[in-house]
Every structure is written in C-alpha cells, then in structure tokens.
C-alpha cells in the first residue's frame, strides 16, 4: 500500500499526503523528512480505537513535480484493510473474532492495531473478508 506526497520547499521542507487530507509533516532535511513522511502515514491511518473511519485507498501512480510515493508499512496496511472491510460489512469486533474462530475479543482488536498473524489466521481472514488483498498490504 502505497501513498502519495507532495513536497514543498522551503526554510523547513514539509509534505502532504495528497490522498489523506490533513496528513502533513515536515523535516529538517530531505532523509528526516523521508522518515517524518513514513511515520505520520503510519499514525494518520492508526486512527483512534473506535474511530468509524474508512481512509480512501490510495491511488495507483500519481505524477508530478515534487511527488513521492510514500510506503505503509505492512502490519499497518494489513490493519487498515482488516478495519475497513469489517465497517463496511456491519459488523462489531466481537462478531468478526466469533467469524474468525477467536476465542477473546483482545485477540481480535491485536489484528486491527498492530497485528502479525500467522499464516493460518491469514487464511481465516481471507475466507471472512475474501475482499483483503495480501497484495496491498505487502506493498504490491
């Protein structure tokens, strides 16, 4: 999964996220802002627990002055994919862990924050939510 930003010069360089709206971060030079742009992507798309956010997907190749392509992190992506396909099924955490065979909702809500599910919970994710693409969240 990867997004898209626009990098503006200046004193102090600064992006934007051009598919999130209101991602923004800066850097004292090119390497911190690189850094700074991987780090609030990560926290942007880990919204607040309870949060009924579904993040638009990012788009497949933007181009232009000043566009970087910006790379979620995998467990992050996974995380957001699993969170948005739950919403737009209608169901609560609790009925997605009975869909999926867990035994505490805590396991579940592991999956939707920072997860690293075996292969085997992959499996029973994929048969819950066939939508999830590995793909998207591996960075293809």
């Given amino acids: 999964m990867t997004y ?6 200046g004193k102090i360089p600064w992006a934007e ?12 030079s ?11 992507l990560g926290l942007y798309l880990m919204e607040p627990e309870g949060s009924k956010v ?19 992190e995998p467990s992050v992506a996974f995380s957001v994919q699993l969170r948005q396909l739950r919403l737009r099924s ?3 955490q609790a009925e997605a862990a009975r869909r999926l ?6 396991s579940y809500q592991r999956l939707e924050r920072r997860p690293n599910p075996s292969l085997s919970m992959m499996k029973n994710v994929k048969r819950v939510f066939p939508e999830l693409s590995v793909d998207l969240a591996l960075g293809g």
């Fill in 4 to 9: 898209h930003f626009k990098i503006h010069d």
């Fill in 17 to 28: 996220c051009v598919e999130l709206e209101g991602c923004v971060t800066q850097g004292k």
């Fill in 30 to 40: 090119a390497g911190g802002l690189a850094r700074n742009m991987r780090e609030a």
């Fill in 54 to 72: 579904i993040f638009p997907l990012p788009r497949p190749k933007i181009r232009g002055a000043g566009i970087v392509a910006v790379e979620v």
């Fill in 90 to 92: 209608g169901l609560t």
């Fill in 101 to 106: 065979g867990m035994n505490s909702l805590y």
